[in-house]
């Protein structure tokens, strides 16, 4: 009986401590929640795009793309935008984002924004940095939402309609970032991007640059076929055509497009895809005079032979010369555009900055003029990864003899 009442007395704290931790776990339960704000979501307007413009009288104004609820289209039985855009104007850009509550009685929220796009009348005026500084500080938008210059009013872009996906920002999102892998002709940059290149010693970023087509008005859509070039939070040049592939290549960021070359005699063009290039520089200050010297290799596939053929060694080194001085050419041209601004977008001085930091703090106080006055040579190396699936030669030519 001892041994019993002894074991009975040893279970009775077990029994307490199993409450009691029972009791913390149900305690835990009530305190969790499924908003940290105990928000609904009735009580949000999702924000997937913004853009901002300067008006005439020093304001901000802000164009937030809003997605509607699916619900709201699909309950009326007919087809209808599933997006919403709602313009503010404020001092700050907070202020303006605060004042969407008057307009659509629901606060922003930009944990799914896509896209920030900025006039270039407003780049130009400087104090970009500060412009975009709420979207840093705020918790909800996301380091990878693309940031795009445009040409003219930001606002107006939002009111394209979307060819394929459901809202303009997401397209603009994946435009950004297809264009460059594929074309060659604009740049990606993110938030998280923009910040660690104007944080860089020489403060210089490239930024996509949307304009609308002045071709044919039937097919007037914005395209992404172009570079902003930002220096010190302020827009100060851009880059189109031959200049923006040329300046990717430069940068190393050249990761597919196509390249065109004349025809040995001289009447028309053939075109070859470039698969990708490895770019390296080589940088050396003599007598404070600044001598890049860039090496690159460049892979291409013959995609569009009209005039030249492929039929031995010879011929593909005739094609992969032409090639050669046609990279050289939009390299050099995106060099000496760079220059005449003094915009050091392809990181010589970060790269200065870099390795040799005592040199630098001898060079930074008048770098763009010793950007400007540097020295460049080129050295471009051609490799043909494929002739296409027809040969070396045009497809509809004939029979060899």
């Known amino acids: 009986m ?3 009442g002894a074991g009975q007395h040893c279970a009775a704290p077990r029994t307490s401590a199993r409450i009691t931790a029972l009791a913390l776990v149900f305690a835990a339960f009530l305190l969790m929640t499924g908003c940290g704000d105990q928000a609904e979501l009735t009580e ?6 913004a853009a901002l413009d300067a008006t005439d009288d020093g304001k901000l104004l802000l164009t937030l793309q809003v997605y509607k609820p699916s619900q709201s289209v699909a309950a009326k039985g007919k087809n209808g935008k599933p997006y919403v855009n709602v313009k503010t104007s404020g001092r700050t850009v907070i202020e303006a984002i605060r004042d969407i509550t008057i307009h659509l009685g629901r ?3 930009f944990s ?5 796009l900025v006039s270039d009348k407003l780049a130009r005026q400087g104090n970009l940095d500060k412009i975009l500084d709420v979207f840093y500080r705020d918790n909800e938008p996301r380091l990878t939402c693309s940031v795009i210059i445009t040409r003219g009013e930001a606002g107006r872009y939002l009111d394209v309609a979307p060819l394929i996906e459901s809202t303009i920002s997401q397209q603009y999102y994946l435009t950004e970032r297809t264009t460059t892998r594929f074309s060659g002709k604009s740049v990606h940059m993110s938030l998280l991007k923009l910040a660690i290149q104007l944080r860089k010693a020489a403060g210089t970023a490239t930024l996509p ?3 609308f087509s002045t071709g044919d008005q039937t097919t007037t859509k914005p395209s992404m076929a172009g570079v ?3 220096q010190g939070g302020k827009m100060v040049d851009k880059m189109l055509g031959f200049d923006s592939e040329g300046l990717l290549l430069l940068k190393n960021a050249y990761r597919g497009g196509m390249i065109e070359v004349a025809c040995p005699s001289g009447d028309g063009q053939e075109s070859v895809e470039i698969l990708d290039v490895d770019t390296s520089k080589k940088i050396s200050v003599t007598d404070e005079n600044v001598n ?3 090496r690159m290799r460049v892979d291409v596939a013959a995609m569009e032979l009209t005039c030249s053929s492929i039929m031995g060694s010879s011929d593909e080194k005739a094609l992969g010369e032409s090639i050669a001085k046609q990279v050289e050419s939009h390299a050099m041209s995106a060099f000496t555009h760079l220059q005449r601004s003094k915009s050091d977008a392809v990181d010589i001085g970060n790269t200065i900055y870099k390795y040799h930091p005592s040199v630098w703090r ?3 106080a008048d770098w763009p003029e010793r950007f400007a006055q540097a020295d460049v040579r080129f050295n471009v190396e051609v490799v043909f990864v494929s002739h296409g699936t027809s040969g070396g030669k045009p497809f509809l030519s004939g029979p060899q003899e």
Do not use: S
Request: glycine share 4%.
């Open 292 to 294: 890049v010297e860039y």
């Open 2 to 4: 001892p041994a019993r």
């Open 228 to 230: 902003a070039i930002i």
């Open 209 to 211: 640059y949307l304009n």
């Open 362 to 364: 001898r060079l930074k």
């Open 44 to 49: 949000r307007a999702f924000v997937v795009g």
């Open 107 to 109: 606060k922003a929220q």
């Open 112 to 116: 799914h924004m896509r896209a920030i």
